[in-house]
């Protein structure tokens, strides 16, 4: 039975300042009780953003050597700490073990990383003619973040804003509350000053809130629901706050007609399904030649046996969905695709055979899908895949922008010259081609998905302010 009945604000791990009041934990897997937590309220959100307002005076004025040295003390942390962060990942949201100890950890330790490595030489100070630029952190930041990938979401957003200077206080899941611990665990022993970075547990609709309300707090970075995201801003606009906000996608993947069309087909289908298909920025809309569909569902159908469903601590492609309203809300849509005429060619309603207990869902495909029906117009967020035919390149790109969303988007084929001439065109902030990835390039979206950029240098550019000195230089002699 894991407990988080205490906040880590200002060094130190504390009890609420009112009540203890606590929620239980189900175990996604089983359905039982496997832990609970503490929830916050808005004096212990006051307590944390006062902690982090009075570090930021010293921690604003740090060097990039002392920065540098804590990243290094807490990357020696992260991996004495990796195997207690998978573990705890598996238990909260289902997370199958080897995506845990892999993906989910390898995340984490990829945005740490890749801060040092911007930090080494990022430029907090340019010279333009005779105006100097300075780059300043912009003060205390109030982080939310989701439970799919939890790891992953709070090191995109801890570290740049330490990194830059800033002092945070971080408000994680509710349903991801284990790992958020065990990360608070690793930058307390690494020896984060105290106040720089603080963490209040508890209901994103009470914290997020007090968060976006509070004027101390100088910004607000949320990862979530497009609904929860409107919120906070529209909370923020009361007192100016700056709002980056990573939200929900519908991702086109678009496959071409060449000699891989199958194996790209196949690749897409299990790429969907990793984290039993619970990530904003996964390929759920497959777009594939008219002409191709039935060689589309022939792959696709191949593919889908290879995603086993089962215990996340046994040896299993997928385990269940988060919490139960998660799989309540996903079987809903999975209804209303068969309802509205789509081609159900794998999985459907219901547990996977053999699992009666736990919140499974099976992995599924729909095909000869219209762009027009709800499973191709909203963020199902589960396992599900939905295949539309499309008529050549620009009808694919009209297809694949005709959507409110515009986090990522994929493109798989071997003309190299026809990928990259489509990712110009699909209205996304991210896109990848035949499986591109890196650490370093931006990541955010389009229209409803978001705006504002993580991941890398442009992630350290959302917690700076800019600052024009003029006449710092001597006007030269004439």
Known sequence: MRESLQFYIDG??????????????????????????????????????????KAF?????????????????????????????AAAITDEMGAPQGLANSFQIGLGLGHLTTAI?????????????????????????????????????????????IATGCTVVLKASQESHYSAQVLAEILDAAGVPAGVFNMVQGKGSVIGPAMAEHAEVDMISITGSETAGADVAARSAKSIKRVCQELGGKGPNIILDDDNFAENVSGGVT?????????????????????????????????????????????????????????????????????????????????????????????????NVSNDMTIAREEIFGP???????????????????????????????????????????????LSINGGFDFHAPFGGYKKSGNGREWGEHGFHEYLEIKAIQGYEPAAAE
Request: glycine share 8%.
């Open 117 to 161: 490595d911007v930090l080494k030489n990022f430029k907090f100070e340019e010279l333009h003619g005779a105006s100097l630029i300075v780059k300043e952190p912009i003060g205390v930041c109030g982080l939310i973040t989701p439970w799919n990938w939890p790891v992953n979401q709070v090191t995109v957003k801890v570290f740049p804003a």
């Open 384 to 430: 599900v895949l939905v295949i539309i035919g499309y008529d050549d390149i620009d009808h694919a790109i009209e297809i694949a922008n005709d959507t409110e969303f515009g986090l990522a988007g994929f493109v798989a084929g071997n003309d190299l010259d026809v990928c990259r001439s489509i990712a110009r065109r699909v209205r996304a902030g991210s």
């Open 12 to 53: 130190q791990w504390v009890d609420p300042v009112d009540e203890l009041k606590t929620v239980n934990t189900i175990n996604p897997a089983t359905e039982d009780v496997s832990g609970k937590i503490a929830l916050g309220a808005e004096a212990d959100v006051d307590k944390a953003v006062q902690a982090a307002r």
């Open 271 to 367: 790429t969907m399904m990793v984290n039993s298909g619970q990530t904003c920025s996964s390929p759920s809309r497959m777009l594939v030649p008219n002409s191709r569909m039935n060689d589309a569902i022939a792959a696709a159908k191949e593919a889908i046996t290879q995603v086993t469903v089962g215990d996340p601590n046994g040896d299993f492609a997928m385990g269940p969905v988060v919490s139960e309203k998660q799989f309540s809300s996903i079987q809903t849509l999975i209804h209303k695709g068969i309802d509205e005429g789509a081609e159900l060619i794998a999985g459907g309603p219901g547990r996977p055979e053999g699992l009666d207990k736990g919140f499974y869902v099976k992995p599924t495909v729909f095909a």
């Open 57 to 85: 005076t010293s921690w604003s004025q740090s060097s990039r050597e002392e920065r540098l040295a804590l990243f290094e003390r807490i990357l020696d942390e992260y991996n004495k700490r990796s195997g207690d962060l």
